[in-house]
């Protein structure tokens, strides 16, 4: 089964495309300290915005990717497609979260590399970490409530998808069961009530004249 119609195709292209050309408005920041500033707004902007993609964002992998989600759930009509376009675009963000925190530890690394100095490494190595936690505690705990909201948003929209599946598999499965045909013989004849009883009294008649001639 497809997920995509002609016009749902069309749809998820044009905003495939629209991602791209936004996530390229900007070339970005160049300079370390800009390259940092960036790292840490796109904390707010890649988990909360409607830019699904970023400039850093291969296009290619995100249609693969909304391709696996159809091929697992193979929605039918407008709003199913429409809730497995979210959790697509859900999961994304939800993939993206490791790899921020791992750049706002990076971008520490570099802002904070001349510090601690006299201490030993493996001593220096835990300050700079609990320095970097501290500097950018608030952006770290984002991530945190972002992630939260986001697998909540992402179990919202799979409930009522399940939901909208069921009953339209219980509604298919009930129009057969009441169809006419799907409760005839192989050939393809229905009897009715009368039709059974007069030829249940045929037969009877035929049995009580065939003894008859047999007792003569």
């Keep these: 089964m497809e997920f995509y119609s002609t016009a749902n195709s ?16 900007s070339t970005g920041p160049k300079t370390p300290e800009g ?10 902007s890649a988990l ?4 699904v993609l970023l400039p ?11 391709s696996r989600f159809a091929s697992q759930f193979n929605p039918v009509g407008e709003r199913e497609t429409e809730l497995v376009q979210s959790l697509a675009d859900t999961q994304w963000r939800l993939n993206r979260i490791p790899s921020l925190e791992m750049g706002i530890y990076a971008v520490a690394r570099l802002n904070f590399k001349n510090m601690f100095q006299e201490e030993q490494p493996e001593v220096r190595e835990a300050l700079i970490q609990a320095h970097t936690f501290i ?13 939260s909201r986001l697998r909540r948003n992402y179990q919202k929209d799979l409930t009522e998808l399940r939901q909208l599946q069921q009953t339209r598999l219980k509604t298919s499965v009930e129009a057969t069961h009441a169809s006419p045909a799907a ?11 009368p039709d059974v009883k007069s030829s249940n009294a045929s037969s009877a008649s035929l049995n009580s004249d065939e003894t008859a001639a047999r007792a003569a």
């Design 48 to 51: 909360t915005g409607r830019t």
């Design 135 to 147: 500097t950018h505690q608030k952006q770290l705990n984002n991530l945190s409530i972002q992630e």
């Design 10 to 25: 069309s749809a998820s292209a044009a905003r495939v495309t629209a991602n791209r050309a936004n996530s390229q408005l």
């Design 35 to 44: 390259k940092a500033k960036s790292s840490l707004n796109a904390v707010k």
């Design 183 to 193: 409760s005839a013989p192989e050939n393809g004849f229905v009897f009715s009530s």
């Design 56 to 66: 850093s964002d291969d296009a290619a992998v995100y249609e693969r990717h909304i």
